[in-house]
T-cell receptor, first 110, second 118 residues
């Protein structure tokens, strides 16, 4: 069965801290791994990763994929209260279906 | 700024009633997905269409759910009859998908329809 597992499920930190969110996967016909941020409503796209070892970066967020060990991490440096959200990891498979992990709920306290 | 739109945004109905949710994908996108999100199950894929043809609806309870794409600008998800366990947020997402190019795997989500069945 295709599976995407995120950890931790919940994380509370202080503003300014650096956080690392984890995503491991076991899926058939892996194509790519995607990270989304979900605040009040719809998930919004952050990154798509297809190649191992190549870091993708956007401002204070960065992500990397390890296709040998089947995991990805999402780093957020100098966190702000606006980073509070649920972060979702998903794998795209052969038919371009996305299988989502259960999400990590990140809370940034001022 | 192209976006996926969904209507209604909120729906409260009574058990046994028919519910229809609508989605307008981003113009030019060839693939439309329907997801359901609950606290317990997270985001689950219900069905998806490519070029308006249904590709996979294995995530959907077939006895009461149906999904259609009558034209390229409209996708519908219908529940008849609705039950309290159908209460969830239903998301539509669209993408411009190519089986040969992973760069097209990104899906863009609509704002969702929050369904409450009493």
């Amino acid at each position: 069965e295709d599976k995407v597992v995120q950890s931790p499920l919940s994380l509370v930190v202080h503003e300014g801290d650096t956080v690392t969110l984890n995503c491991s996967y076991e899926v058939t016909n892996f194509r790519s791994l995607l990270w989304y941020k979900q605040e009040k409503k719809a998930p919004t796209f952050l990154f798509m990763l297809t190649s191992s070892g190549i870091e993708k970066k956007s401002g204070r967020l960065s992500s990397i994929l390890d296709k040998k060990e089947l995991f990805s991490i999402l780093n957020i440096t100098a966190t702000q209260t606006g980073d509070s959200a649920v972060y979702l990891c998903a794998c795209s498979m052969g038919a371009q279906k996305l299988v989502f992990g259960q999400g990590t709920r990140l809370t940034i306290n001022p | 700024d192209a976006r996926v739109t969904q209507t209604p945004r909120d729906k409260v109905t009574e058990m046994g009633q028919e519910v229809t949710m609508r989605c307008q994908p981003i113009l030019g996108h060839n693939t439309v997905f329907w997801y359901r999100q609950t606290m317990m199950q997270g985001l689950e894929l219900l069905a998806y269409f490519r070029n308006r043809a249904p590709l996979d609806d294995s995530g959907m309870p077939k006895d009461r759910f149906s999904a259609e794409m009558p034209d390229a600008t409209l996708a519908t998800l219908k529940i008849q009859p609705s039950e309290p366990r159908d209460s969830a947020v239903y998301f539509c997402a669209s993408g411009l998908m190519s089986l040969t190019a992973t760069s097209t795997d990104t899906q863009y989500f609509g704002p969702g329809t929050r369904l409450t069945v009493l």
